[in-house]
């Protein structure tokens, strides 16, 4: 077999990101030195990322970076700032109690620490949110960590590529195709004839609206609406509201927080799992591309549906017991905010948390996991299937109905007036399938590898931890709930989360190319 | 709006059918006669029915059966069929405790009698095996009508509108398109020039195997192998093993009966989910034909795999607890037996029993609940999706691959060398969305509606009662598992199960065409 794929150029690439990424390190560094804990380690990490992305630059190739080499540099790229992002994780748990801290006490116990440091990591950078910290207070981990923790996911949130493509001038020239392989949809929208520019204003569109939920949070805490929400909070959850992301440095995540802070992240969670580019025309004035774009009308209808349904339900008790997981049957609030709230956080993968669903009558769980199948829109930080593709599908699957009574005539899926090209149907019914298939696959296996150990999962866990991990969403049900987590799973199935977040993140396809010999050969 | 469609010369044709049908109730009407039980009830079944089928025939239209009449004419038979067969049902059970006979005290007594009659008829037409008989046995129902209920599943089995292609010679122009919509898989294999000769083909091979079945169960009773496998019940299970249908006059199913029954039964199950066109190729000596057939490699690897893998499981006992649902541990024979029969009964959507599996550990019934997806060969009796569109799925989805390498290479689906038609490909995969699209929204839908009456179902229950019922396959977990009954479920989800019935044997799109508005207008 002759390797015909220019590897070294997708190396030196990773090397540049890490390279940037120990810059952003700055910002747990200054929250070391605030608190006055884990300043060395912060010091050692940006020393050793630093050092190893300057290494890696100097692998080189040559300047052109083609098809092949883009695809291979973006999943790199997320392997490597997943792998290299364990090294806080690791030193700053070198002799305490914490579950991700690297442990020497016998190989098991290092084994145990590298996958668990690598899960919390990957969780992060992936916007996923499933977590391993056996528990979460600045009692077992400092300030600093847990905003660290918080901050791999908004770096993840818009995407490392999307970034690195906004601020490197030599990746302009393939920078449609690292976006795509990225992959916050099934198409790219360009907003400006430059790749470079659109890059930049979706990130800056991202930053913004951080900065301002960041605010507005902060402000509540000023109002005396939000006693819990200092500073550290209002920026800990500005980092991973916007990226769809759900970590929180609060063991009872939103849960912890007043009402009207919950009322406030709901719609910030909303615009996170919009198209981006939407943003950017009503900045420009032109609202009716907005309220003429047929994902969001789907994506604001599906909220609006499944978050009425199960309003009517959790008001009326028919869906949770009495005063269980923090809902007041017959409060009209209260059940519109846990019904939407869960609606939201589930539907476009953030995973925040402000009740226990799990104690939650189980048609009402199986209603949320079916929830758990949408997604956020193209373009948006959301993970999972996306409402584009569920349209796109849906509209193809009723075209077939025409076809069956009328063979002869072609006809072609409009959404929105535009005619979606074959080749963009067929590319979407297959990532729609694979995805489907990898999910029950691995649910499959999760219960089985889980199993071997003595741990028996129920259906709805076994289902919920597949599609909380291929889809970047985090929490699930039971074991694995709202407020549990994914520590008791055995090393091997965190493995395969681990893999199931990226392929998620990817989108599948981009990361499955680099396993097919056609990839490596000419 | 201005009807189009000819719909007089489709229900004329329902009138034929029924005629026929009536004919086929002397096999019921002669055990009727031989037990001296219920004879009144099948002269009546027969007078009624046949009166039904002579009146709907002077329902005259054109001679000529367009596309659109032959769509609604096969929905129409197979509705029409699970109709008329509730008589048999309605009157044998008119004063007895009967859950299926007519009972006339309220009229929610009516509604639920009617109910539960169209899910035992549907179930059985459509070879589902789902049964609302609250206690299955001699002493409630006569051998009569417990045969009908048999025959019932060896009339849907090798469908219906076959047999009327075979024996009406006016149904010959259409009869290709007729088949296709009553759909034994994605394409009809045309195995001689004229199709009214294959559908004789199809139906002799299918006659012929339900004779030898029958004779050797029985020539296991005669070499004292198997005492309880007397004439009733020999005859009584070939009728419902070569249709992939799963009824049987035993509560106990096929666990009433010996282990050697049990060995006996599965390679028939096996035949019944193959390609039966594979057998005429081996009466006319082309086994290159079937060994060369992908298919048939799929059906074969799959079984043979998901077999060994629960036979370690329930050999080393990481499956069941001990000695629990037929199973023990540590016995060769009887853990390869239970894994290979579980195996090809859920697989291919037989639906016999001798275990209850119910009571294996949960990851062991979810992997039993993913061997539900994959269903019998096209053009056998099997039900679901199907091994054929497995195939195809998964090569378009793995083309894909290939093309996000390299955008501009157009490369066909290829199945054992032959290029797969991108129409057919196209239509595969709304089929496989449709098909999954229907049975999560039901999951959630069935339920939500259990919960509504006070019945809270597991997750694992609600997704296997959509599974079972839209695949045809007939058991599912809890409350429905192998020795269980849907007879709980409330009058509202059993008809949405009947639904469900028929779109899962009639494979969807015929039945969804004439919901929409282009079936009916021009
Ligand atoms: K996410
Ligand atoms: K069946």
Known sequence: ?????????????????????????????FVALVYRDDILVFLVSIAA?????????????DAELGLEEALLFVTLAWVGVSAVGTIPYLLAGVGTQSTVGLALDSPTALLHSLVNALFESTSGFTTTGATVLGEISFERH??????YRQLTQWLGGMGIIVLMVAILPELAVNG?????????????????????????????????????????LYSLHWLGLAPEMNLYNAVAHGFTTLPTGGFSPQAESIAAFTPAVQWLVIPFIVVAGTN??????????????????????????????????????????????LELGGVTLGVPENSLRQALFQT????????????????????????????????????????GIKVIRWLVVLKAA??????????????????????????????????????????????VGIALDASRVGLDLTTLEALSASIATIGNIGPGFGLLGPFGSYL??????KLHMILLMWLGRLEVIPVLVLFTRSFWEW
């Open 344 to 383: 939201v956080t589930l539907l476009n993968s953030t995973g925040f948390a402000t009740s226990d669903f799990a104690q939650w009558s189980e048609w009402a769980q199986v209603l949320l996991l079916g929830v758990m199948f949408i997604g956020g829109s193209a373009g948006s930080t959301g993970g």
């Open 1 to 29: 077999m002759q390797v015909n794929v220019n590897w070294r150029q997708s190396v030196a690439l990773v090397g540049t990101v890490l390279k940037y990424f120990a810059v952003t390190l700055a910002v747990p560094l």
């Open 176 to 216: 449609a195709q690292l976006i795509d392989a990225e992959a916050p949809g099934p198409e790219l929208q360009k907003l400006t004839p430059k790749i470079s520019e659109t890059a930049r204003i979706l990130w800056l569109v991202y930053a913004g609206f951080t900065v301002v939920c960041i605010g507005l």
């Open 49 to 61: 990322t630093a050092a190893l992305g300057l290494a890696l630059e100097r692998v080189d190739g």
């Open 488 to 493: 008791a799973f055995p090393a091997t199935t």
């Open 142 to 147: 400092s300030h600093a960590l847990l905003m």
């Open 276 to 321: 981006f580019a939407l943003f950017y025309f009503v900045l420009r004035g032109q609202y009716v591309e907005v309220f003429r774009n047929r994902e969001f009308q789907g994506y604001i209808g599906a909220i609006v549906g499944i978050a009425v349904l199960l309003w009517g339900l959790l008001f009326t008790g028919a869906a949770p017991p």
């Open 398 to 443: 009723r075209r077939q109905l025409s076809t069956t009574v009328y063979p002869d005539v072609v006809e072609p899926v409009r959404l929105g007036g535009r005619v979606i090209d074959e080749d963009v149907v067929r590319s979407v019914f297959a990532f729609t399938f694979l995805y489907l298939f990898i999910f029950g696959v691995s649910a």
